[in-house]
């Protein structure tokens, strides 16, 4: 009885492996689980792309304030794993800490658009401004904002 068993589960192909036990040996090729969901999914995101990081809210935040960071990021690394991680650095090329799975990230359609924060001085066709969620400033041509 239990040779039976033995024999019908080692000739059967198991969907794990996608083989059946009898032929896998020593000389068998590593890539057995690549059938497997788990292993060839898709990404969501690629190397280089400018995403936004989620911001954690508490129960009594206000819920006109973004749910996104204002400062981009750049994607520099894709692990495969289960879930997918992404590392990123700033724009500066500073890597950031830590992972990222995909529910915390979104894609920034326009990377090179930047929020204004305060018009702080005005002279002939230039304007000093706060840019929003940095803390730099800077002249630019009056011609560049958009209302």
């Given amino acids: 009885m239990l040779e039976s068993v033995t024999t019908d589960y080692n000739n059967r192909k198991h969907r794990t492996t ?8 020593v000389k068998t090729p590593i890539n057995a689980y690549t059938h497997i969901k ?8 690629n190397v280089g792309d400018v995403v ?5 809210k508490s129960i009594f935040a206000k819920g006109y304030t ?3 960071s ?3 990021f750049k994607i520099i690394k ?9 590392l990123l650095e700033d724009m500066k090329g500073k ?23 305060k018009v702080l001085r005005r002279k002939n066709n230039k304007v000093y401004v706060k840019w929003w969620g940095l803390n730099e400033h800077s002249w630019i041509d009056k011609s560049n904002i958009v209302s």
């Fill in 78 to 86: 894709v692990q495969i794993t289960n879930p997918v991680t992404y």
């Fill in 38 to 45: 788990l292993f060839n999914r898709k990404c969501r995101f």
């Fill in 66 to 68: 973004s749910n996104w």
């Fill in 95 to 117: 890597p950031i800490l830590g992972g990222f799975y995909e529910h915390e990230l979104q894609k920034v359609k326009y990377p090179d658009v930047y929020l204004v924060e």
């Fill in 18 to 25: 996608g083989m059946k036990p009898c032929e896998v040996n």
């Fill in 52 to 56: 936004g990081i989620s911001k954690f």
């Fill in 70 to 72: 204002s400062e981009l």
